[in-house]
T-cell receptor
Framework: QKEVEQDPGPLSVPEGAIVSLNCTYS??????FMWYRQYSRKGPELLMY????GNKEDGRFTAQVDKSSKYISLFIRDSQPSDSATYLC????????FGAGTTVTVRA | DAGVIQSPRHEVTEMGQEVTLRCKPI?????LFWYRQTMMRGLELLIY????????DSGMPEDRFSAKMPNASFSTLKIQPSEPRDSAVYFC?????????????FGPGTRLTVL
């Protein structure tokens, strides 16, 4: 079993829809929880990070962490075609462990 | 800042050949990471350095892989001999030590194809 599990999708939604992404994990030592966005043929870039449990909001993006359930989520409100990318969750104890990534397509 | 620079961007080689991938981290960053990304295994950490010293190479798949960081502004990942199963995108990333979470900045990657 992998340390971080993420459904690879793909996920296709119409413009304006809410995109919901999630990951589960097994390592209780993880303290920081990140979401990276990766456009086609580019390197991943940090979208948001959260320390421990709780919610964090940044514009149209909301990240949630539930350490008791070992479950993290990313919500994208009012999705735009420019949000089409692969979203990778990542978690850190002393190094990063990544999920498989979920490919999202937002249809205009 | 130019960000993390990797070269070459694409490499096509034949099985058995030596391959050298290069990385220039962001100036001032003291951590450097090498990752490999494939459809089957996702993004995997191969090795990371702190202040030019290898700290954890447990992700290096086998002895055919080696990495060096001779100075703070340059690192190489070498595969010798290369095999078709090494075909992947290899990313270099760097980060700066600090309080709290230290964001890793990724380069554009080197797409390696071994025939």
């Amino acid at each position: 079993q992998k340390e971080v599990e993420q459904d690879p999708g793909p996920l296709s939604v119409p413009e304006g829809a809410i995109v919901s992404l999630n990951c589960t994990y097994s390592n209780s030592a993880f303290q920081y929880f990140m979401w990276y966005r990766q456009y086609s043929r580019k390197g991943p870039e940090l979208l948001m990070y959260t320390y421990s449990s709780g919610n964090k909001e940044d514009g149209r993006f909301t990240a949630q962490v539930d350490k008791s359930s070992k479950y993290i989520s990313l919500f994208i409100r009012d999705s735009q075609p420019s949000d089409s990318a692969t979203y990778l969750c990542a978690m850190e104890d002393y190094k990063l462990s990544f999920g498989a990534g979920t490919t999202v397509t937002v249809r205009a | 800042d130019a960000g993390v620079i990797q070269s070459p961007r694409h490499e096509v080689t034949e099985m058995g050949q030596e391959v050298t991938l290069r990385c220039k981290p962001i100036s001032g960053h003291d951590y450097l990471f090498w990752y490999r990304q494939t459809m089957m295994r996702g993004l995997e950490l191969l090795i990371y350095f702190n202040n030019n010293v290898p700290i954890d190479d447990s992700g290096m798949p086998e002895d055919r892989f080696s990495a060096k960081m001779p100075n703070a502004s340059f690192s190489t990942l070498k595969i010798q001999p290369s095999e078709p199963r090494d075909s992947a995108v290899y990313f270099c990333a760097s980060s700066l030590t600090g309080q709290g979470y230290n964001e890793q900045f990724f380069g554009p990657g080197t797409r390696l194809t071994v025939l």
